[in-house]
């Protein structure tokens, strides 16, 4: 398994999500799909291990930069539906991140292996049932960035049932500081919304999960230009073979929002952003 870096940074930057893998049965619409709305370009990697007979991985870049991958889950030993977008959080010792999950009640779905340039990597699950990935980079994380492109990860949230042990879960994993922001609402009510970060930088969010009878998951956000673009883009996401879960709203945060699902029906969210977050401290 490649680099998720071109050029080796020789850094772990410990809590941040790094990468994102797109597990698809339907590779080539997907591949389709997110090139006309993102202009991302697909990079096809064979590989052969023991864990699998065959599988097709692709990395994908945009901007000509890696930002993640997708694995043919038609390869993959399973018969059920797994389609989904699954991030990968950055650990300095993947084999006391793992126990630490064991040891805190979370789920370990594959234990660490080594997949050769790419590091060490585990798949789990927290106490709630949010699946990911767990990745100790051989030569690596990509580096912080001052601003995230057009068309690339913006952003990651926890939906979850209960922040409070969500948030204590991954301090343990990545030795995380919490920090409540309140978001002043249109109707002039007010809404927490829980930082993960670490050196001062904003890692992840935790929200309580906005979707009724929506299991506990992990969401991430694609950039978008403006609300004329976010427009743009859910009005072809159903031709495109996706479907439209969430039309675009005006967000409390800051911004306008979507969620679309692509046409394995991985879901995933869109986000147009000033950089500028209606947040204030409590």
């Known amino acids: 398994m490649p680099s998720v870096t071109d050029e080796p940074t020789n850094s772990t930057i410990e809590g941040k999500i790094i990468w994102h893998d797109l597990l698809s049965d339907t ?5 389709i799909f997110y090139n006309e709305l993102f202009g991302w370009q697909f990079e096809d990697v064979a590989l052969k291990t023991g864990l699998f007979q065959s ?14 991958g ?31 999950f064991t040891a805190q009640n979370g789920t370990v779905f594959a234990p660490p292996t080594d997949l050769a340039d790419r590091g060490k990597i585990a ?19 990509p580096l ?14 926890l939906w979850t049932r209960d922040v409070s042990e969500a948030t204590k879960f991954y301090s343990r994993i990545a030795q995380y500081d919490a920090e409540d922001r309140i978001i002043n609402k249109a109707d002039n009510s007010k809404q927490n919304y829980r ?41 072809r996401v159903e031709e495109l073979g996706g479907a439209i879960l969430l039309a675009p709203q005006d967000r409390a945060i800051g911004g306008r ?16 952003w000033s950089g500028k977050p209606k947040l204030t401290k409590q």
């Open 55 to 68: 599988i097709n991985y692709t990395l994908i870049r945009h901007n000509g930069k890696l930002i993640g």
């Open 70 to 100: 997708m694995v043919d889950q038609t390869h993959l030993e399973t018969k059920e539906d797994i389609s989904q977008w699954v991030v990968l959080l950055s650990v300095k010792d993947i084999d006391a991140a793992v126990a630490s």
């Open 27 to 31: 590779p080539a619409e997907s591949k």
């Open 123 to 141: 798949i789990v699950a927290d106490p709630q049932g949010a699946l990911l990935g767990l990745l100790q980079t051989k030569d690596g994380d």
């Open 144 to 157: 912080d960035e001052q601003e995230v492109d057009v068309g690339g990860f913006l952003w990651n949230e």
């Open 257 to 272: 929002v979507a969620l679309i699902a692509g046409p394995s029906g991985a879901g995933i969210a869109l986000q147009t």
């Open 195 to 235: 930082l993960l970060k670490t050196n001062n930088t904003p890692r992840a969010g935790i929200l309580t999960n906005p979707v009724e009878d929506l299991s506990p998951t992990w969401v991430s956000y694609i950039r978008v230009k403006n609300a004329e673009s976010l427009d743009a883009i859910v009005a």
